[in-house]
């Protein structure tokens, strides 16, 4: 299987605040990525697919870089809403698998 | 838009079968080469995929569930199940299914299953 490890399982922020999670496979997944938002109680919702690719309606302000075995979810500046969890996950080979979320909260 | 449901018991008995219904409304199942997933996330092991199906019926499970699990659909309904034998307290979580091609999207809201005698 392949480890998606992502990092930091939590933050501490500021709204207007830019933040960055880090998510590494355990081996090469090309750009076979998605990073997912949950808001609590609710299904995760997709922010950003094929690595990079910013899912329509989602804002300007979560993007997404990376190939191969490192990747980065960046939201350039926190907002109210944004102060959830964050999932990288894998599709490139079976069996798919996610990171262990971060949680983004309110500094 | 396509939007998925997911319906079935919040409580099965252990040693029993798990049995859910993803009920897919505003596209076909057979439509657009997607697949069809069932992913359930429990506190102690986050999100985990159990599957993917096909239209065709072709599956795909995740080795640790694999000898337990069975996908099938009804194209006709526009549905698709999930079962999970032999079910224990560590089966217990919400199941959510989803449409999947690049990732999954969009998914359900989710159902609660609690296995518990």
């Known amino acids: 299987d392949i480890q998606m490890t992502q990092s930091p399982s939590s933050l501490s922020a500021s709204v207007g605040d830019r933040v960055t999670i880090t998510c590494r496979a355990s081996q090469g997944i090309r750009n076979d990525l998605g990073w997912y938002q949950q808001k609590p109680g609710k299904a995760p919702e997709r922010l950003i697919y094929a690595a990079s690719n910013l899912q329509s309606g989602v804002p300007s302000r979560f993007s997404g870089s990376g190939s191969g075995t490192e990747f980065t979810l960046t939201i350039s500046s926190l907002q109210p809403e944004d102060f959830v969890t964050y999932y990288c996950?894998?599709?490139?080979?079976?069996?798919?698998?996610f990171g262990q979320g971060t949680k983004v909260e309110i500094k | 838009q396509v939007q998925l449901q997911e319906s079935g018991p919040g409580l099965v008995k252990p040693s029993q079968t798990l049995s859910l219904t993803c009920t897919v409304s505003?596209?076909?199942?057979?439509?657009?080469?997607?697949?069809w997933s069932w992913i359930r996330q429990s506190s102690g092991k986050g999100l985990e995929w159990i599957g993917n199906?096909?239209?065709?019926?072709?599956?795909y499970y995740n080795p640790s569930l694999k000898s337990r699990v069975t996908m099938s659909l009804d194209t006709s309904k526009n549905q698709f199940f999930l079962n999970l034998t032999s079910v224990t307290a560590a089966d217990s979580a919400v199941y959510y299914c989803?449409?999947?091609?690049?990732?999954?999207?969009?998914w359900g809201q989710g159902i609660l299953v609690t296995v518990s005698s």
């Open positions: 989803a449409r999947a091609l690049g990732g999954a999207r969009p």
């Open positions: 996950a894998q599709h490139n080979s079976y069996p798919w698998t």
């Open positions: 199906i096909f239209y065709s019926g072709a599956t």
């Open positions: 505003g596209g076909s199942i057979t439509r657009g080469g997607y697949y």
